[in-house]
């Protein structure tokens, strides 16, 4: 638990009561949850807070998960995990996401917070 | 049975005559005679017809080219003017098909949001650790009456999203080696509330080895839920289903049997049309839209699979579904 404690996890979401819930979630398990309300946003607490993984959503104002994506994997922090939360379960969107250099895809609908849980876990060993 | 034929056979004359009654068409496309299709083929037809006798009237009568040739311009002109018209009507009826899916797109994708926002949040209050606010037993009744119509408006949503996916070929399937039996005891679990509430007994009888199959086990879960959530909501109160799983040669088989309302015969053949729902299944479950059976065999056939079934009223249904087996 101690060694979660020291993690900090960035969560790119637009809709606050969505974003709540995560951060509660997250917040509940010993993670350190930062919170970003748009693509911008993200970036820069990307650059400030160097998180060790990001939880982000597609559709987004100002910069959208594909460009977030696209600047993360461009940059240092490059080796993030990044996944992917969305409803966009299309295959063209999917895909995209996985050029990019996505982690892993999950859909919101489908997706309780424990299976998210469960998706960081996994991705932060 | 004298008596039920002839009603057949007038019910069937009924339809042949309907098939020609072009304003109710029109009005189920919500289009103006002279924008249907259905009205304009047959102004095109009665066109060709007077275009052939006519032509024939003057090649017998008029021995003058020119008469022929201008007569016979005129009538390809007239022609391919009803047929332009044609095609307008059914480039519009075409376009208001692809509003239609656009609209259901959106509308899906715009409820997914606040859907997911009301499971979380409600996972959440559930999960609440500070033992000072925990809820009471009522309230956490409610909050489980939430999350049942949640859950069933989150299904709604996602099969409606499912279907417009599989129509346009965007729907993404990840297919791997799994076993049935998994899946098919986790949708019985999931499905505890309305088996419990109908006190319905499901009984699950496997056979011993039985192979993997090539499946994508969210999308495989999808037409089991469908297929075994029917059986159970389809069930006379205290009644039975039976799911069976077993090899049948080169292939697994998947059996859900139940003892409900079943099918009439003369609607077995709409039974896997988007949105039909059986006329005397209506009567008894008025929420659901009709999609379940659609799916279900759209998903099937990206798997090489079938689906097929047997239904008596009054007496229930059988679901069959085969699969290929993969060689072990």
């Known amino acids: ?125 | 049975m004298k008596v039920s034929l002839t009603f057949k056979n007038r019910a069937l004359f009924w339809k042949f005559l309907d098939e020609f009654n072009f304003i109710s068409s029109c009005k189920k496309y919500n289009l103006g005679l002279w924008q249907c299709p259905n009205f304009l083929f047959l102004i095109m037809t009665i066109i060709t017809v007077i275009a052939m006798l006519t032509t024939n009237y003057i090649a017998q009568f008029y021995n003058d080219e020119a008469v022929t040739i201008f007569s016979v311009s005129g009538i390809t002109v007239l022609i391919m003017t009803v047929g332009s018209f044609v095609i307008r009507g059914v480039e519009k009826i075409a376009e208001a098909n692809i509003i239609k899916t656009e609209f259901i797109s959106i509308i899906s994708h715009q409820l997914c949001s606040p859907l997911s926002a009301i499971k979380w949040n409600l996972e959440i209050i559930e999960t609440e650790r500070d033992g000072e606010k925990r809820l009471s037993e009522k309230q956490l009744l409610f909050l489980g009456n939430i999350k049942k119509s949640n859950e069933k408006m989150l299904k709604l949503v996602n099969d409606l999203l499912e279907v417009v996916r599989i129509d346009q070929g965007r729907s993404v399937f990840v297919k791997e080696n799994a076993y049935l039996e998994p899946i098919a005891r986790e949708v019985v679990a999931e499905l505890e509330y309305i088996r419990s509430f109908k006190n319905v007994k499901v009984d699950i009888e496997v056979e011993k080895d039985l192979p993997k199959v090539c499946i994508d086990s969210k999308k495989m879960k999808m037409a089991m839920e469908n297929l075994i959530g029917n059986a159970i909501k389809y069930s006379k109160d205290g009644g039975e289903v039976k799911i069976i799983l077993e090899k049948k040669g080169k292939n697994m088989q998947m059996t859900v049997k139940d003892y409900g309302v079943g099918i009439p015969k003369y609607q077995h053949n709409k039974i896997f049309e988007k949105f039909f729902r059986s006329n005397n299944v209506s009567k008894y479950r008025t929420e659901e839209v009709g999609l379940g059976l659609y799916l279900v065999k759209a998903i099937l056939g990206n798997f090489d699979g079938e689906v097929w079934f047997e239904s008596e009223m009054d007496k229930g249904s059988t679901f069959y579904v085969s699969l290929p087996a993969v060689k072990s």
Do not use: C, H, W
């Open chain 1, 1 to 125: 638990m101690d060694d979660q404690v020291k993690k900090k996890i960035l969560v790119v979401e637009d809709d606050r009561s969505l974003q709540n819930a995560i951060v509660e979630m997250l917040t509940n398990e010993n993670y350190q949850a930062i919170s970003a309300l748009d693509g911008e946003e993200g970036l820069e607490k990307l650059k400030t807070e160097k998180p060790d993984l990001i939880l982000l959503d597609i559709i987004l104002p100002k910069k959208d998960g594909y460009e977030v994506l696209e600047e993360i994997k461009k940059g240092e922090q490059k080796n993030v995990p990044v996944l992917i939360l969305t409803n966009l379960e299309e295959v063209e969107n999917v895909q995209k996401a996985l050029d990019l250099g996505a982690t892993t895809f999950m859909v919101k609908s489908d997706f309780s917070l424990k299976d998210i849980l469960g998706k960081i876990k996994e991705n932060l060993k």
